[in-house]
């Protein structure tokens, strides 16, 4: 499922993390995360009326026969759902997570396709719910895990709750610790020690998602780095980021 997501509940995070930190240390006021239902985060709808109830068991009954099974109808429409979000077709995507839903309601990858449509439309709350609802069934997923960890990060880039900054640092650790290999669940670290102060953290992170990714760091990001700390191992210096 994991292969057409990777990091979609995106990070534009770089440089503005200087602008944040102060949003860190000087909120007194943490915003109120909503309440959330299924109801709330997946838009299907039962039918309301005879003629509607008629033509969605015709769809399920016919999908059924297509496929063998609703479990293997729903499957499709995750396929489906997934190239629609890679093409950024977002309605597409969301409606075809929908019919593959209706199919399978128990489909852990509708939750985990559905939190990443979320957040792609910059709706932390609908994605987390979602992605946390994937992660019950599946808590030693590291790419779940790092989805989940990213939507706090992005949430707490809007809303500055030092909370999600925790979270997504705790889940992040987790994910590296399952999978020692994935550069951007380090480069993800490095993000979450700058919001943090913690600098020299910050280098050992990201030195450890470069020599596994050259190409995943942001010289917006290393020069915000490099403005509070000077680089331990010499790979960047100022003068290159210029």
Not at 15 to 31: D, G, H, K, V, Y
Not at 187 to 199: G, P, Q, S
Not at 212 to 234: G, H, M, N, S, V
């Amino acid at each position: 499922m994991r292969k057409y997501m990777v990091v979609a509940v995106g990070l534009a995070l770089g440089i503005s993390a200087c602008n944040t930190q102060n949003a860190l240390t000087e909120s007194n006021n943490m915003p109120k995360h909503p309440t959330l239902s299924m109801a709330d985060v997946v838009p299907v709808m039962e039918p309301e009326t005879p003629e509607a109830k008629a033509k969605q068991e015709k769809f399920l009954q016919e999908n059924a026969d297509r496929f063998k099974s609703r479990k293997l109808a729903s499957e499709y429409y995750v396929l489906q759902a997934q190239r629609a979000f890679n093409d950024r077709k977002q309605d597409s995507a969301s409606y075809l997570f929908g019919r593959a839903y209706l199919m399978d309601s128990t489909n852990n990858d509708i939750f985990w396709g559905y939190g990443i449509v979320y957040g792609r439309e910059q709706k932390y709350d609908e994605a987390l719910f979602l992605l946390y609802r994937a992660l019950e069934k599946d808590k030693q997923n590291p790419r779940l895990l790092n989805d989940v960890a990213t939507s706090h990060l992005s949430r707490f880039y809007a809303k500055a709750d030092p909370e999600d900054l925790m979270q997504s640092r705790k889940l992040l650790e987790q994910a590296v610790q399952l999978s020692p290999n994935e550069a951007d669940a380090y480069y993800k670290l490095a993000i979450n020690c700058y919001y943090l102060r913690e600098y020299g953290s910050a280098w050992t992170y990201l030195h450890k998602s470069i020599q596994r990714d050259k190409e995943i760091a942001d010289k917006t990001f290393i020069a915000a780095l490099l403005e509070k700390k000077q680089d331990p191992q010499r790979v960047y210096t100022p003068q290159q980021m210029l």
